[in-house]
């Protein structure tokens, strides 16, 4: 089947460690996106990547880092420099970036919670 | 930037009852998307309709790109139906790059 999947699905990380979180998928997407959501909010743009080794800052960039070294992944590293981490992490892919029938798929989430 | 509104933010229902939620769009309407996000974060992705009219059971949906907004429609709501509801716009943000935009959401409660 194809599709977006995250893993973990639930992470603890202790205060000033690097985490990774992983998104890979297998539908042959350009583009793909990761967000943010605090309990009870809406979802913020984190980074987003059109194309392989290729990606631009979103909304709330800081205290994170993504590479896209290959088409199928899109892993993100939340650094200790990111001030409140604890946060539920969706991943999306679109086929391409733009233009018409650009359906996004969602990856199921990590929910990292710092401890 | 594109600035997307959803309405209302917060509904709560008797089991039964119909409902409408709306977002509008400040730009051009391109791939809109109606998502629910369940109880464990998880996006249920409900219609991909940058255009039109769809329905999917009890759900269906329009959007009026021309107008740049789209509607979500519930009928007959049952409690599963709680959750949240977003919807989302694929649409060029300048510099050539398309973002993926979405609304603060609707909060749905639909008690017994």
């Known amino acids: 089947d194809g599709g977006i999947t995250q893993s973990p699905k639930y992470l603890f990380r202790k205060e000033g460690q690097n985490v990774t979180l992983s998104c890979e998928q297998n539908l042959n997407h350009d583009a793909m996106y990761w967000y943010r959501q605090d309990p009870g909010q809406g979802l913020r743009l984190i980074y987003y990547?059109?194309?392989?080794?290729?990606?631009q800052k979103g909304d709330i960039a800081e205290g994170y880092s993504v590479s896209r070294e290959k088409k199928e992944s899109f892993p993100l590293t939340v650094t200790s420099a990111q001030k409140n981490p604890t946060a539920f992490y969706l991943c999306?892919?679109?086929?391409?970036?733009?233009?018409?029938?650009?359906?996004?798929?969602f990856g199921q989430g990590t929910r990292l919670t710092v401890v | 930037g594109i600035q997307v509104e959803q309405s209302p933010p917060d509904l709560i229902l008797q089991e039964g009852a119909n409902s409408t939620l709306r977002c509008n769009f400040s730009?051009?309407?391109?791939?809109l998307q109606w998502f629910h996000q369940n109880p464990w974060g998880q996006l249920i992705n409900l219609f991909y309709i940058p255009s039109g009219t769809k329905q999917n059971g009890r759900l269906s949906a329009t959007t009026v790109a021309t107008e740049r907004y789209s509607l979500l429609y519930i009928s007959s709501s049952q409690t599963t139906d709680s959750g949240v509801y977003f919807c989302m716009n694929n649409a060029y943000s300048g510099a050539g790059s398309y973002q993926l935009t979405f609304g603060k959401g609707t909060k749905l409660s639909v008690i017994p």
């Open positions: 999306a892919s679109t086929p391409w970036a733009g233009g018409l029938n650009t359906e996004a798929f």
């Open positions: 730009d051009s309407v391109n791939n």
């Open positions: 990547s059109q194309i392989v080794n290729d990606f």
